[in-house]
């Protein structure tokens, strides 16, 4: 029986492997609940981090900070390495072109439009949790303006700090999560997330649910 049959991938690995045509059987479970999500490429599909980055100006400070900022051959595709980097670069662009967050901020409203994931959105109000957290390796400072402006400012955000990004995603994200709520609430609690980066947190909830919304890109969150 395939995921398009309505029925989830066998839970041998603790966790669920679903179509994203089915979605919305599955968040069902979370109604009145807890409802978990990852952001990047699952809430909003797309890299949060990459897609600031590349709204630096001037252009010409990015190409620089890339630079700078290049990792080591035998290190460029370690998830900790991209995640350094990224912090690296997040930090320097906020610190010398401060003026890039306030634009993100601004186009806010069109980039949450553009790339919200509708399936996700729609499931999620025909069988509202209780309480909703979206947990990130991306930055609170870019992520807040998107769910702001796609009208889910009531979501919580647990998203890493400009001034921590580099040793938020070393923590995982069920350490983060163990240290924001509570047992009991992480036992009944459904997480959503295309990404085996976060199986630890897949295999703790209550309902882990793996969906891949489109093809897996390079750079990990």
Same mark, same amino acid.
């Given at each position: 029986?395939?995921?398009?049959?309505?029925?989830?991938?066998?839970?041998?690995?603790?966790f669920l492997e679903v179509d994203p045509h089915d979605i919305a059987i599955h968040l069902a479970a979370a109604e009145g609940?807890?409802?978990?999500?990852?952001?990047?490429?699952?809430?909003?599909? *797309?890299?949060?981090?990459?897609?600031? @980055?590349?709204?630096? !100006?001037? #252009?010409?400070?990015?190409?620089?900070?890339?630079?700078? &900022?290049?990792?080591?051959?035998?290190?460029?595709?370690?998830?900790?390495?991209?995640?350094?980097?990224?912090?690296?670069?997040?930090?320097?662009?906020?610190?010398?072109?401060?003026?890039?967050?306030?634009?993100?901020?601004?186009?806010?409203?069109?980039?949450?439009? *553009?790339?919200?994931?509708?399936?996700? @959105?729609?499931?999620? !109000?025909? #069988?509202?949790?209780?309480?909703?957290?979206?947990?990130? &390796?991306?930055?609170?400072?870019?992520?807040?303006?998107?769910?702001?402006a796609a009208g889910l400012g009531h979501v919580e955000l647990i998203a890493a700090p400009l001034w921590d990004g580099a040793?938020?995603?070393?923590?995982?994200?069920?350490?983060?999560?163990?240290?924001?709520v509570p047992a009991d609430q992480l036992d009944i609690a459904t997480f959503v997330t295309d990404d085996l980066m976060d199986?630890?947190?897949?295999?703790?909830?209550?309902?882990?649910?793996?969906?891949?919304?489109?093809?897996?890109?390079?750079?990990?969150?």
């Amino acid at each position: 029986m395939s995921p398009r049959d309505g029925i989830a991938a066998p839970m041998s690995k603790g966790f669920l492997e679903v179509d994203p045509h089915d979605i919305a059987i599955h968040l069902a479970a979370a109604e009145g609940s807890v409802l978990l999500l990852d952001f990047d490429d699952t809430l909003w599909l *797309r890299n949060s981090t990459v897609e600031f @980055l590349k709204s630096t !100006r001037p #252009a010409i400070l990015m190409s620089a900070l890339r630079r700078l &900022f290049k990792p080591a051959k035998r290190a460029r595709y370690s998830s900790d390495a991209v995640h350094d980097r990224n912090w690296r670069l997040v930090f320097s662009v906020v610190a010398l072109s401060p003026w890039t967050l306030w634009r993100w901020r601004k186009t806010a409203p069109h980039k949450a439009a *553009r790339h919200m994931n509708p399936a996700l @959105l729609t499931a999620m !109000r025909k #069988a509202p949790p209780k309480r909703i957290i979206v947990v990130s &390796f991306g930055y609170s400072a870019v992520i807040r303006p998107l769910l702001d402006a796609a009208g889910l400012g009531h979501v919580e955000l647990i998203a890493a700090p400009l001034w921590d990004g580099a040793r938020w995603s070393k923590r995982g994200k069920r350490q983060i999560m163990e240290d924001a709520v509570p047992a009991d609430q992480l036992d009944i609690a459904t997480f959503v997330t295309d990404d085996l980066m976060d199986e630890d947190l897949l295999k703790r909830v209550g309902t882990g649910v793996l969906c891949k919304w489109h093809a897996p890109r390079r750079h990990p969150r």
